[in-house]
């Protein structure tokens, strides 16, 4: 297996614009997770998906954000407008339920200048 | 509010010496364990787990302890090896399966 596949892995993007990260999790997994990387929070989960369906996006920061997982190989997280406090490295990991070991993308580096 | 403390941000210990990281949370409805490495450019990697059944749980040379009263675990490396400089994170996981949270992490540089 390819293992959890995000795309882009850079984005450079300029304030106000909006920006979309891609992430294809491992197949056979029923779990999907967003996680941003900050010096101050560490790993932050924004949202996760069990059999595609939301299940808590509480720690998705605001209203600019967004994430749809429109089937089991697919999810998206949108930033619409962006803000240079969006620039971080974002996360996605997918597991074979929700207490398993997530297996984690390589990460999407977002600098929104 | 952060329920999953790393307040070693970094670590330094030299080659063939033992490493501990710590690790403290404030939730008492967690009750299963992760630690997770990562190196410079990829993503996070499972290393070791423990269920809040155990107070110990070993593989090779990690070992992580749980002190459920402390609220507190830590993961040893012994001996430790240039290789195992990385990030290491904590996570934990409610009883309910639905919360997840991770640490801020500490990096860790093993000196040869």
């Known amino acids: 297996d390819a293992g959890v596949i995000q795309s882009p892995r850079h984005e450079v993007t300029e304030m106000g614009q909006e920006v979309t990260l891609r992430c294809k999790p491992i197949?056979?997994?029923?779990?999907l997770f967003w996680y941003r990387q900050t010096m101050m929070r560490g790993l932050e989960l924004l949202i996760y998906?069990?059999?595609?369906?939301?299940?808590?996006d509480s720690g998705m920061p605001e209203d600019r954000f967004s994430a749809k997982m429109p089937n089991a190989s697919f999810s998206t997280l949108k930033i619409q407008p962006s803000e240079p406090r969006d620039s971080a490295v974002y996360f996605c990991?997918?597991?074979?339920?929700?207490?398993?070991?997530?297996?984690f993308g390589p990460g999407t580096r977002l600098t929104v200048l | 509010d952060q329920q999953v403390k790393q307040n070693s941000p970094s670590l330094s210990v030299q080659e063939g010496r033992i490493s501990i990281l710590n690790c403290d949370y404030t939730?008492?409805?967690?009750?299963?364990f992760l630690w997770y490495k990562k190196y410079p450019a990829e993503g996070p990697t499972f290393l070791i787990s423990?269920?809040?059944?155990?107070d110990k749980n070993e593989d090779g040379r990690f070992t992580v302890f749980l002190n459920k009263s402390a609220k507190h675990l830590s993961l040893h490396i012994v001996p430790s090896q240039p290789g195992d400089s990385a990030v290491y994170f904590c996570?934990?996981?409610?009883?309910?399966?639905?919360?997840?949270?991770f640490g801020t992490g500490t990096s860790l540089t093993v000196i040869p």
């Open positions: 998906f069990n059999n595609n369906v939301p299940i808590d």
């Open positions: 423990i269920s809040s059944i155990k």
């Open positions: 996570a934990a996981v409610s009883n309910t399966g639905n919360q997840f949270y």
């Open positions: 197949s056979g997994h029923d779990y």
């Open positions: 939730n008492s409805m967690f009750d299963y």
């Open positions: 990991a997918s597991s074979l339920g929700g207490r398993g070991e997530q297996f």
